[in-house]
Protein backbone atom coordinates (compact mmCIF):
# COMPACT_ATOMS: atom_id res chain seq x y z
CA UNK A 1 0.00 0.00 0.00
CA UNK A 2 1.56 3.31 -1.12
CA UNK A 3 -0.35 6.62 0.33
CA UNK A 4 0.48 10.02 -1.64
CA UNK A 5 -0.23 13.09 -0.01
CA UNK A 6 -0.29 16.63 -1.95
CA UNK A 7 -1.94 20.01 -2.00
CA UNK A 8 0.33 21.68 0.79
CA UNK A 9 1.73 25.20 -0.45
CA UNK A 10 2.11 28.69 1.37
CA UNK A 11 -1.05 30.22 2.48
CA UNK A 12 -1.82 33.68 4.42
CA UNK A 13 -3.26 33.49 7.96
CA UNK A 14 -7.00 33.16 7.82
CA UNK A 15 -6.93 31.03 4.54
CA UNK A 16 -7.85 27.32 3.15
CA UNK A 17 -6.43 24.82 1.87
CA UNK A 18 -6.79 21.16 0.88
CA UNK A 19 -4.72 18.20 1.30
CA UNK A 20 -5.38 14.76 -0.16
CA UNK A 21 -3.92 11.70 0.04
CA UNK A 22 -4.23 9.07 -2.51
CA UNK A 23 -3.89 5.39 -2.10
CA UNK A 24 -2.65 2.86 -4.51
CA UNK A 25 -5.23 -0.26 -4.12
CA UNK A 26 -8.02 -0.75 -1.89
CA UNK A 27 -8.42 0.76 1.22
CA UNK A 28 -9.91 -2.28 3.10
CA UNK A 29 -12.98 -1.34 5.17
CA UNK A 30 -11.13 -2.51 8.80
CA UNK A 31 -8.92 0.11 7.41
CA UNK A 32 -8.36 3.75 10.07
CA UNK A 33 -7.21 6.61 7.89
CA UNK A 34 -5.63 9.49 9.72
CA UNK A 35 -3.61 13.11 9.19
CA UNK A 36 -0.81 13.91 11.27
CA UNK A 37 1.36 16.68 11.55
CA UNK A 38 4.59 17.77 12.38
CA UNK A 39 6.11 21.18 13.10
CA UNK A 40 9.85 22.44 13.10
CA UNK A 41 11.28 20.57 16.02
CA UNK A 42 8.22 19.23 17.57
CA UNK A 43 6.82 15.57 17.96
CA UNK A 44 4.34 14.30 15.61
CA UNK A 45 0.69 15.25 16.44
CA UNK A 46 -2.34 13.97 15.90
CA UNK A 47 -4.86 15.96 13.56
CA UNK A 48 -7.66 13.76 12.10
CA UNK A 49 -8.59 10.00 11.28
CA UNK A 50 -11.61 8.42 9.53
CA UNK A 51 -12.97 5.07 10.25
CA UNK A 52 -13.26 3.50 6.31
CA UNK A 53 -16.31 1.20 6.93
CA UNK A 54 -18.59 3.73 7.87
CA UNK A 55 -17.17 7.10 7.46
CA UNK A 56 -16.83 8.04 11.36
CA UNK A 57 -14.33 11.09 11.80
CA UNK A 58 -12.42 12.46 15.08
CA UNK A 59 -10.66 15.43 14.96
CA UNK A 60 -8.09 16.35 17.41
CA UNK A 61 -8.73 19.42 19.98
CA UNK A 62 -6.46 21.97 18.19
CA UNK A 63 -8.04 21.95 14.54
CA UNK A 64 -11.48 21.23 15.81
CA UNK A 65 -13.94 23.73 14.05
CA UNK A 66 -11.60 24.55 11.29
CA UNK A 67 -10.25 21.35 9.83
CA UNK A 68 -12.81 18.47 8.56
CA UNK A 69 -11.82 14.82 6.91
CA UNK A 70 -13.61 13.49 3.88
CA UNK A 71 -13.19 10.66 1.50
CA UNK A 72 -13.98 9.89 -1.63
CA UNK A 73 -14.07 6.08 -1.75
CA UNK A 74 -14.21 5.48 -5.87
CA UNK A 75 -11.21 7.44 -5.46
CA UNK A 76 -9.45 5.50 -2.40
CA UNK A 77 -8.37 8.68 -1.58
CA UNK A 78 -9.01 10.66 1.91
CA UNK A 79 -9.00 14.59 2.46
CA UNK A 80 -8.17 17.18 4.76
CA UNK A 81 -10.02 20.54 4.14
CA UNK A 82 -8.34 23.15 6.21
CA UNK A 83 -9.82 26.54 7.09
CA UNK A 84 -9.11 29.93 9.09
CA UNK A 85 -5.61 28.23 9.18
CA UNK A 86 -2.79 30.04 11.59
CA UNK A 87 0.85 30.17 11.43
CA UNK A 88 0.94 27.49 14.13
CA UNK A 89 -0.92 25.16 11.92
CA UNK A 90 2.60 25.32 9.64
CA UNK A 91 3.79 21.79 9.64
CA UNK A 92 4.39 18.79 7.45
CA UNK A 93 1.00 17.05 7.18
CA UNK A 94 1.51 12.80 6.87
CA UNK A 95 -1.52 11.25 5.74
CA UNK A 96 -1.03 7.07 7.53
CA UNK A 97 -3.41 4.05 7.41
CA UNK A 98 -4.00 1.79 9.88
CA UNK A 99 -6.35 -0.51 11.88
CA UNK A 100 -6.67 0.82 14.99
CA UNK A 101 -9.72 3.60 16.53
CA UNK A 102 -6.47 5.53 17.45
CA UNK A 103 -4.79 8.75 17.61
CA UNK A 104 -1.23 7.17 18.39
CA UNK A 105 0.90 7.51 15.63
CA UNK A 106 2.50 4.23 16.42
CA UNK A 107 -0.99 2.09 15.89
CA UNK A 108 -0.90 3.59 11.96
CA UNK A 109 1.03 1.25 10.07
CA UNK A 110 1.37 3.08 6.16
CA UNK A 111 2.57 6.12 5.86
CA UNK A 112 2.81 8.77 3.13
CA UNK A 113 5.61 11.15 2.22
CA UNK A 114 4.00 14.10 3.63
CA UNK A 115 3.06 17.05 2.40
CA UNK A 116 3.83 20.90 3.76
CA UNK A 117 2.61 23.81 4.45
CA UNK A 118 2.80 26.77 5.65
CA UNK A 119 0.85 29.91 7.08
CA UNK A 120 2.10 33.17 7.21
CA UNK A 121 1.38 35.67 9.66
Known amino acids: VQLQASGGGLVQAGGSLRLSCAAS????????MGWFRQAPGKGREFVARMKWADGRTYLGDSVQGRLTISRDRAKNTVYLQMSSLRPEDTAVYYC???????????????WGQGTLVTVSS
Open 25 to 32: GRIYTSSV
Open 96 to 110: ARGSQWSADARDFTY
